[in-house]
């Protein structure tokens, strides 16, 4: 009931947690499986009261300002306690690298269930009639496009996401919202469209 009557008010902040924390889990850094963790309750859903996590450590985050500050302090990231319970029940060889794989299928899957759910949504709607439209992902417009390819090409030989953020910044060619590129967002884009070649980069880091 409590939260049924915070949800507006959490829908429309949500875009800005995310924004203010670079669509990066603010613990361990992932960009995969992104969730607003509320952390002083549903009841207080402002942005300074929201944090930008991955399922991995929303699942373990504590409530409370001072419980959530100690642990983002020195707490187990979501991984770290993922790997612990998985070394109690005897799997200990499973490399991290590995790890982050298998939950980059399990994040693929819990995607393409909720695409299915959308797109079952927007049919129900345009059946009525109605105009339906959701977000295209990057790289669908026309104006994109060139933009999304190089990005690609100048990943696939090495380069960082910052340093590319900082090379489109630097002449001048904005996001999509009319804002500065960062990283976190030039990695977003990336584990979805070349997902392998960012296993392969992280592996040799």
Same mark, same amino acid.
């Given at each position: 009931?409590?939260?049924?009557?915070?949800?507006?008010?959490?829908?429309?902040?949500?875009?800005?947690?995310?924004?203010?924390?670079?669509?990066?889990?603010?613990?361990?850094?992932?960009?995969?499986?992104?969730?607003?963790?509320?952390? /002083? %309750?549903?009841?207080?859903?402002?942005?300074?009261?929201?944090a930008t996590l991955c399922y991995l450590c929303h699942n373990i985050a504590p409530m409370g300002k001072d419980e959530f500050?100690?642990?983002?302090? #020195?707490? /187990?990231? $979501?991984?770290? @306690?993922?790997?612990?319970?998985?070394?109690? &029940?005897?799997? &200990?060889?499973?490399?991290?690298?590995?790890?982050?794989?298998?939950?980059?299928?399990? @994040?693929?899957? +819990?995607? /393409? !269930?909720?695409?299915?759910?959308?797109?079952?949504?927007?049919?129900?709607?345009?059946?009525? %009639?109605?105009?339906?439209?959701?977000?295209?992902?990057? $790289?669908?417009? =026309?104006?994109?496009? =060139? #933009?999304?390819?190089?990005?690609?090409? #100048?990943? !696939?030989? %090495?380069?960082?996401?910052?340093?590319?953020?900082?090379?489109? &910044?630097?002449?001048? #060619?904005?996001?999509?919202?009319?804002?500065?590129?960062? +990283?976190? !967002?030039?990695?977003?884009?990336?584990?979805? /469209?070349? =997902?392998?070649?960012?296993? $392969?980069?992280?592996?040799?880091?």
């Amino acid at each position: 009931m409590g939260r049924t009557k915070h949800e507006p008010e959490y829908k429309r902040v949500r875009p800005l947690v995310l924004e203010r924390d670079n669509h990066c889990c603010i613990k361990c850094g992932s960009v995969l499986g992104l969730e607003v963790h509320h952390i /002083e %309750g549903y009841q207080n859903s402002k942005v300074d009261a929201l944090a930008t996590l991955c399922y991995l450590c929303h699942n373990i985050a504590p409530m409370g300002k001072d419980e959530f500050v100690q642990w983002l302090l #020195i707490g /187990e990231s $979501g991984i770290e @306690t993922f790997e612990r319970k998985l070394s109690q &029940n005897g799997v &200990n060889k499973i490399s991290r690298d590995t790890l982050w794989k298998v939950l980059t299928v399990l @994040t693929s899957l +819990g995607v /393409e !269930t909720n695409k299915l759910r959308m797109k079952a949504a927007r049919d129900r709607v345009k059946s009525s %009639g109605m105009r339906c439209e959701g977000r295209k992902r990057y $790289g669908e417009r =026309p104006a994109e496009k =060139p #933009i999304l390819a190089r990005i690609i090409k #100048i990943r !696939t030989a %090495g380069i960082s996401c910052d340093k590319i953020a900082k090379q489109l &910044n630097e002449e001048g #060619i904005s996001s999509r919202c009319g804002k500065k590129w960062i +990283g976190c !967002t030039i990695q977003r884009i990336l584990w979805r /469209e070349i =997902p392998e070649v960012e296993r $392969g980069l992280r592996k040799v880091k």
